[in-house]
């Protein structure tokens, strides 16, 4: 089945650094999502991208549908504590197709 | 507000028995979903459900069981056939679930199983 990568596992950073995570995939997506999970939460949707090309922005991130519709970006700006968390990718290949989540990427910001 | 409501949000059984976990939503969602979240594993697709009284296996359905006879519950069991049944229960819901494509899911707070 389809599968999305997403990597490293892991992610330190310096509170007010910017950092970029991507999510690719060997198959075409046809609808991009990003979610952040917070310890014992479930995940909450931070951008839905449904375009080729199509770069969506909530505060202090930004997310962009890649042209080849294999992949997708996530940028986070000027990070802050509460940004810790594990950020998962997920998408649809097409109609009737079921979600597929990438494994997710644990950030830590360092105060 | 409209939502997703899982609950207990911890659950602990003895070995060999059976638990339902609860999952309730006032959405007005089609489509709805049961996922298990391991440590390093990324979230692994239960069941789904695209329409009230219908639901299809995921990637990993062994031992469990689901029911759908309302839109708003989709109740999990986790059966003593589940052999390894300690994770992170999630379960998600979106709108159309007859037309998956551009469909965004929305997820309950979980359900964390500890079996004794």
């Known amino acids: 089945g389809q599968q999305l990568n997403q990597s490293p596992q892991s992610m330190f950073i310096q509170e007010g650094e910017d950092v970029s995570m991507n999510c690719t995939s060997s198959s075409i997506f046809n609808t991009w999502l990003w979610y952040k999970q917070e310890p014992g939460e479930g995940p909450v949707l931070l951008i839905a991208?449904?375009?080729?090309?199509e770069l969506t922005s909530n505060g202090r991130l930004t997310a962009q549908f890649g042209i080849t519709r294999k992949d997708s970006f996530l940028n986070i700006s000027a990070s802050i504590p509460s940004d810790v968390g594990i950020y998962f990718c997920a998408g649809h290949t097409g109609a009737n197709s079921k979600l597929t989540f990438g494994k997710g990427i644990t950030l830590s910001v360092r105060p | 507000d409209g939502g997703i409501t899982q609950s207990p949000k911890y659950l602990f059984r003895k070995e060999g028995q059976n638990v339902t976990l609860s999952c309730e939503q006032n959405l007005n969602h089609d489509a709805m979903y049961w996922y298990r979240q391991d440590p390093g594993q990324g979230l692994r697709l239960i069941y789904y459900?695209?329409?009230?009284?219908?639901?299809q296996k995921g990637d990993i359905a062994e031992g469990y069981s689901v029911s759908r006879e309302k839109k708003e519950s989709f109740p999990l069991t986790v059966t003593s056939a589940q052999k390894n049944p300690t994770a992170f229960y999630l379960c998600?819901?979106?709108?159309?679930?007859?037309?998956?494509?551009?469909?965004?899911?929305?997820f309950g707070q979980g359900t964390r199983l500890t079996v004794v």
């Open positions: 459900s695209q329409i009230v009284n219908d639901f």
């Open positions: 991208l449904y375009k080729a090309g």
């Open positions: 998600a819901s979106s709108i159309e679930g007859h037309r998956l494509t551009n469909t965004e899911a929305f």
